[in-house]
């Protein structure tokens, strides 16, 4: 444990595995989430399966969302963030390995049970693939766009309802090409690369332009 | 004319957004006037020989 | 250049170049209404419907001419971190909000009659949709975070994700908007838009730009007042001298 991104990521790993830490709770709102849109469309499952992969998506990003308002708030209250932002590693670094290690503690979680929700919502195989693939490929994406969020209203007691105004309409293209390309792995006439491709894309940008913004709204916290 | 109410409602709402903006700008421009004047002697007043309220 | 972003110059500014901007906007409003609806012929194939037009695009050109300007004013907030590029951005927001929500109203007004339904789910409608929620979110960050400066500069960090996210918006939702076909949709005719069109239409959206400019200029101001009213208040606060302000207000209130 040499590096302190490395230590950093493990910190961050263990506090979001611990209990409060929200990692497992992100699975069990997906999981609510796919058991109460049937309630809301019926159980018709030719129906369900085929909005399925929409339903996932839908779920995913709230998830997603809903658990990061934390991401800077503790650090924040506790007065880690100032430790953080004083420190020698670049902040924006910083802002990069704890996105990674929250995505590892709970969007990972939500990639590995999609297909078996996707099951709940009668997809075929391939569908599972697809979906899960782009839930894969797409949610680190949301994670990212939802630490800029997160750190611009890291200091706000409602927080996190307005972080959801902020990013939701940010993460619109992610939505598109991720339910177009699970869409895409049960009709043939449509394109998987050319969506799926996209969604890489939009994960890499995000990764290589948001923690510049978050560090940035982290240092104006501090001012 | 056809359609003339739907031609009537986009001009008319887009006159009364527009006039509301501008309102709520006027009104709040005339608040911040007077509450400029109620603190600014309060703040001028490190002059000696100004006399008291 | 730096003395005219100094806000008690740019206030003195203010105070002797509105009454002519003002009055421009009211003459060409003047003009370009007189036009749109006495000189404009109807369209052979919309009638009289078209004439929703020359609000419509004009409205849809200041959503977009207003949230740069926002972004050139959040440059300035980063950047040089000057008070006066904060009030610039504080008070295009809502101006924004409220042209983007004209486009729409607008739009959904002229498509009822057109196309049979107050809305679809068109690519352009979709993206300004987007537009307007983005500017929404602005204006709730502005009212939750209470220190200015600091609100300054989140709303500027905010304003600069859009810039580059907006464009990626409309790029996916153009995207979205071919893959699902929708329903035969009427096209504006692009450029080969006739001169007695053009005209009232370039017209109305120079109208339009001043009064923006107007709105703008005056809300500026607006800004500038409040954050010295602001500024006051902690004066008045801190130096102990509140009571001195209460037995004010209290006269006043006498």
Not at chain 3, 176 to 203: C, D, E, K
């Amino acid at each position: 444990m040499k590096s302190p991104l490395a230590a950093l990521f493990l910190r961050e790993w263990r506090l979001a595995r611990r209990i409060g830490g929200g990692g497992a709770m992100g699975v069990v709102f997906f999981l609510i989430m796919v058991t109460i849109t049937p309630f809301a469309i019926g159980p018709d499952l030719n129906l369900l399966g085929r909005i399925g992969p929409a339903i996932l998506w839908i779920a995913a990003l709230l998830a997603t969302l809903l658990g990061l308002d934390r991401l800077f708030q503790a650090d924040h209250e506790d007065g880690s963030l100032d430790l953080l932002r004083m420190a020698d590693t670049p902040l924006e670094l910083v802002v990069l390995v704890k996105c990674l290690a929250h995505w590892a503690a709970t969007g990972l979680p939500l990639v590995i049970a999609a297909p078996v929700f996707g099951l709940m919502l009668a997809l075929e195989p391939p569908a599972l693939a697809g979906v899960t693939a782009s839930l894969f490929v797409g949610t680190p994406a949301l994670t990212f766009m939802g630490a800029m969020g997160a750190a611009l209203t890291a200091t706000l007691r409602r927080g996190g309802l307005l972080m959801s105004i902020l990013v939701l309409p940010m993460t619109v293209p992610v939505l598109i090409f991720g339910v177009s390309s699970a869409a895409a792995a049960t009709d043939v006439s449509l394109s998987f690369t050319t969506p799926f491709l996209v969604l890489c894309a939009l994960t890499l940008a995000s990764a290589a332009g948001a923690p510049f913004a978050a560090a940035a709204a982290l240092r104006n916290l501090g001012e | 004319m056809e359609h003339a109410g739907f031609i009537l409602a986009s001009f008319g709402l887009t006159f009364l957004v527009v006039a509301g903006v501008l309102a709520s700008i006027v009104i709040d421009h005339r608040a911040l006037k007077r509450e400029l004047a109620r603190l600014s002697p309060v703040d001028t007043r490190v002059s000696p020989d100004q006399p008291r309220s | 250049m730096w003395k005219y972003a100094n806000p008690t110059f740019f206030l003195a500014l203010v105070a002797r170049v509105l009454p002519w901007v003002a009055g421009l906007t009211v003459l060409l409003l003047a003009v370009g209404l007189y036009m749109t609806f006495f000189v404009a012929p109807a369209d052979y194939q919309q009638g009289d419907t078209v004439r929703i037009m020359y609000i419509h695009v004009p409205a849809a050109w200041l959503s977009v001419f207003c949230y740069m300007t926002m972004a050139a004013s959040a440059l300035g907030t980063l950047v040089w971190r000057h008070p006066l590029a904060d009030a610039a951005q504080k008070a295009a927001a809502p101006i924004g909000a409220a042209f983007t929500f004209i486009c729409l109203v607008t739009g959904s007004l002229w498509g009822k009659p057109m196309w049979g339904t107050w809305w679809v789910w068109d690519a352009r409608l979709t993206s300004v949709l987007v537009l307007f929620l983005i500017y929404l979110g602005l204006i709730a960050l502005w009212q939750t975070i209470e220190e200015p400066g600091r609100a300054a500069r989140a709303a500027a960090i905010l304003t600069l994700i859009g810039v580059v996210n907006i464009p990626i918006i409309k790029f996916s939702v153009d995207w979205w908007n071919t893959l699902h076909q929708p329903a035969s949709v009427f096209r504006m005719g692009g450029p080969t838009i006739h001169p007695t069109m053009l005209w009232p239409l370039m017209v109305m959206a120079l109208a339009f730009t001043m009064l923006f400019l107007t709105l703008h200029l005056m809300a500026t101001r607006n800004e500038i007042l409040r954050r010295r009213v602001h500024r006051l208040t902690m004066l008045a606060a801190g130096s102990g001298e509140s009571d001195v302000a209460g037995a004010r207000f209290a006269d006043q209130e006498a």
